[in-house]
């Protein structure tokens, strides 16, 4: 009796001892069980499994975007794509330091397979805090301060990451270089952030070793940084040096002000920041700490134990300078530094852009392309030469081109369109090409996916969105049940986007009427027909034919009293209600950036395709008032109007 007795309490804590496994296995169940498959030890997402992040950050501020830009570009290119198969779940301290141990505390009781904690303060906070997850780490000049671990190699069980400890000698001499004579730099910073005691420390030793002397202010909040940069600029000072100092960086407009007002040269760490205001930038790239940071975290995400990676120091060393502030103030940058400050400059690298057809989409992705080639500094007829061709919309004299472009070397092939993309990539393979309006480049025979795609080939795409459009056009005309487009059958990306444009109608209910038109003459007669068929809205979308024609459906439109809606911006100002655009300019702005990543030695191949970073709302008010339709206020605020 008494066995049984013993034998049936074994069973009880033996069932407990299960509830209380089961009760925690979200928490305890590690990333090589989660999701569908098994995952495996390496850099590669596995196919079929949703890896989840929790992301952690002091505040939103420009060198932190452009971080996680790298970090995301990077977990792309390893096949994690955020909001598919990775999700992100981010907060933030709201610049705040007593905000940092809470949101880690709320971080680590997150159903997430990996954390990553940004900033040394943020670094710090959260190996005090997280003890359910692992970790990687990023974004942080003394990581060893916050308490990860003794050395690079041997570190805390849950945690690795990269470092980044700022040029701070090589800061402190493109001063002494730049402003000859200078004897008292100052420097800013809250005494309770570890990494800038010890870039403050650092800088220190050095300037006693080249006879300067380091003045320093310590501020506890952002509401001290003003009147402590105003009382540098009374100490005689020749120059502010300001690190990444978190406090700092959050009141950067309140120290720019200041030596503004003082005409005192300052000189960041935090190269981003040059644009703001800054002299020059003496730093680090975070888009590439951002990048190179992606592996270590693909494989923690896929079940490494954090405590075999070693931590590793990732400095991609920047010069960026304001030449506009210095000509101002009659600074004369040392020729060293303006060579450093732009490696593609002197290069007389030879560009090709070719367009279809003459349109608003093509015209607005030249202009986006010139001006951003400017804004890296490279001067045409210095630095490149561009040709540009057009074909006018004719396929033979397109093949033409494609056969003289294939015939001459050139640095990187520009094409805006999907005809001009189709055809020149069916010529040339042994040149990058890249290009800037590209609807659906999978559907285009592009690539398998945005990641898996030609080798030779990257670029922009500018899919329109049809959601939202179909959204606004509903809120604005309530009970509207059909919808109607002309496509043109011969250009993939247009029969792409009737398809999306017929599906997301559907889904909200809506029927769709399509016409199909092959030429310039056809593109009226098209419209009347879709006006005859009782239509209550077009609701036109964007391809090369039709864009080029876009007036004359307009007419139809007014002929017929139906209302207008548009995916190019410029249709509104010819008479369209309302546009919901991508921005063709910032595609083309957007192409220049990734030839750039090119030319710097980056393949093609191995860059994503990646949608247009920037949509527009317009509304044409004449044209509300005409139809007699009321476009929400909501997309009117958004909106650029047209009066």
Known sequence: MKI????????????IAGILLLSDLGNRIGPEKRGTKTRKAGTKAVEGITYKLGLTYFAPEEAFEMMVTGLWKGME??????????IVIAQHANGEMA???PIHLNMDNQDVDVIVPTSTPGISAAVATVKKHPMVFTMSYTPLEAGVGESFTKHRPNITGVASFPPVEKTIDFIR???????????????????SRKVAEVGKAYCEKTGIELVESTVINTSEVYQATSALCMRNIDAIWISGDNTAIQAFHAIVKVCNDNKMPLVVNDVEFVDNGALAGVGISWYNTGHFTAPFVARVLNGENPKNIPIENYVDELIVL???????WGIQFPEKYLAKSNPLKGNNYKFSLTHYVDSPNSEDAEHGLREELKRNGLVEGKDYTLKVFNAQGDVSTMNSIADAV??????????TSTPTTQTLVNKIKNMPIVFANVGDPVKAGLGISFTDHLSHVTGISTMSDFKSLIELVKESMPGIKTIGTVYTPGEVNSVAYKERLQQEAKNAGLRLIAVPANSATEVADAALSIANRGIEAFTQISDNLTASCGSSIIKV???????????????VEQGAVAAI??????????????????????SPGSIPYRYVGKSIVTVNRDAMDYFNIKVPEKYISEAVNNE
């Open 177 to 195: 270089e730049t402003i000859p004579g200078t004897k008292r730099i100052g420097t800013l910073y809250n005494s309770s952030e570890a990494n």
């Open 4 to 15: 049984k007795k013993v034998l049936n309490a074994l069973l009880a804590l033996l069932a």
């Open 581 to 602: 655009s991508r921005d063709y300019y910032n595609a083309g702005a957007d192409a220049v950036d990734m030839a750039i990543e090119v030319l710097k030695g980056k």
């Open 557 to 571: 439109a007014y002929d017929n009293h139906i209302p207008y809606f548009a995916f190019i911006e410029k249709q």
């Open 99 to 101: 905000n940092l141990q």
């Open 77 to 86: 290119e390893l096949g994690f794509v955020k909001d598919s198969n990775l």
């Open 322 to 328: 304001n030449t506009g502030l210095a000509e101002k």
């Open 406 to 415: 294939s015939a001459e070397k050139w640095d990187i092939v520009f094409v």
